[in-house]
């Protein structure tokens, strides 16, 4: 069984001249069932997170400015969503739903969240769109409780994890890769345990290339029990911000490879969406659904 996690609120409402897709959110919802892949049997609806889970991650002072939505002007610019106690408990039910995805991925094989991968939170500060670190809090937790040893963060998103690389320095629990735009935000990039930077309008063949050179070596070498999995679709030719030059099969293909080597270590994966800003949100729909196929395909 694969399990979704989903809630209404993941699409939060905006000033209408934000340029952040919400939309994408409840539309993949609606299309895995309408297009049969998934059935609403796969779904569960994440909680609001407890917050004592969020101190294993994050800054106690953070976390209470958040809460309160007295973060500073500054911060809250880099955010990017205007504060509120709607876009607290929306992030904290993002968290959930990558942390109790993680938990039944353990049992079943795969879970997907349709949102998340939340990787420029870093312990003390939230920026790019992302509040709370959804994978680290999953996989702090998961060590917390002693059902992991090991997780293995596969950021293929176009933006370099730098949050979750700042949070796990130095902690040989998790494993941090990173496959990014070296001109893309952010700008100062931090040190991830493997960073792999592309120029610009780099294309299929060697974006798949590196994909294919590394994730099975590093699954190989590091023996991960868990497998975080970010999914980009802002690695897209038709991204606002990604500045690569992938296609959409090139991207599922990227997928393909990621499941399969999972799937033939019988690794549990978490699969998170991460970012995606094409002009079309169609395109963003197709490779996103492309995600959950490949994971189907693999994985059940
Ligand atoms: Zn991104």
């Known amino acids: 069984m694969i399990h979704i996690a989903y809630h209404e609120s993941y699409r939060h409402e905006l000033p209408d001249n934000h340029k952040f897709p919400m939309k994408k959110y409840s ?13 609403p049997s796969n779904f569960f609806v994440p909680n609001i997170m407890e917050e004592e889970i969020l101190y294993l991650t994050h800054d106690t002072e953070y976390i209470e400015r958040a809460k309160t939505l007295r973060l500073e002007k500054a911060e809250a610019r880099r955010l990017g969503f205007p504060q509120s106690n709607e876009l607290y408990e929306r992030e904290l039910r993002i968290a959930y739903g990558t942390l109790h995805g993680a938990e039944l991925a353990l049992q079943d094989g795969l879970s997907f969240n349709i949102a998340g991968g939340t990787h420029h939170a870093f312990t003390n500060k939230g920026e790019g769109f ?10 702090n937790y998961l060590i917390n409780k002693g059902l992991i040893r090991k997780a ?27 496959v990014h735009g070296k001109n893309n935000y952010p700008v100062k990039k931090e040190i991830s345990d493997l960073d792999i930077e592309l120029d610009d309008l780099t294309g299929d063949e060697e974006y798949l290339n590196i994909v294919a050179e590394n994730v099975p070596k590093l699954i190989a070498v590091e023996k991960p029990d868990i497998v975080y999995y970010i999914a980009g679709a802002d690695i897209l030719e038709t991204d606002k911000f990604g500045r690569l030059s992938v296609s959409i099969a090139g991207a599922k293909r990227r997928d393909e490879i990621v499941f399969g080597e999972c799937k033939r270590h019988e690794l549990p994966v978490m699969c998170v969406m991460g970012g ?25």
């Open 27 to 39: 539309e993949l919802a609606k299309r895995l069932v309408e297009q049969n892949i998934y059935t």
């Open 130 to 139: 992302c509040m709370f670190n959804d994978i680290a809090v999953s996989a």
């Open 152 to 178: 293995l963060v596969i950021d293929l998103d176009v933006h370099q994890g730098n949050g979750t690389a700042e949070i796990f320095t130095n902690n040989p629990s998790v494993f941090t890769f990173s």
């Open 276 to 300: 995606g800003y094409s002009k079309d949100l169609e395109v963003i729909l197709e490779t996103h659904l492309n995600t959950f196929k490949v994971g189907k395909e693999y994985y059940s």
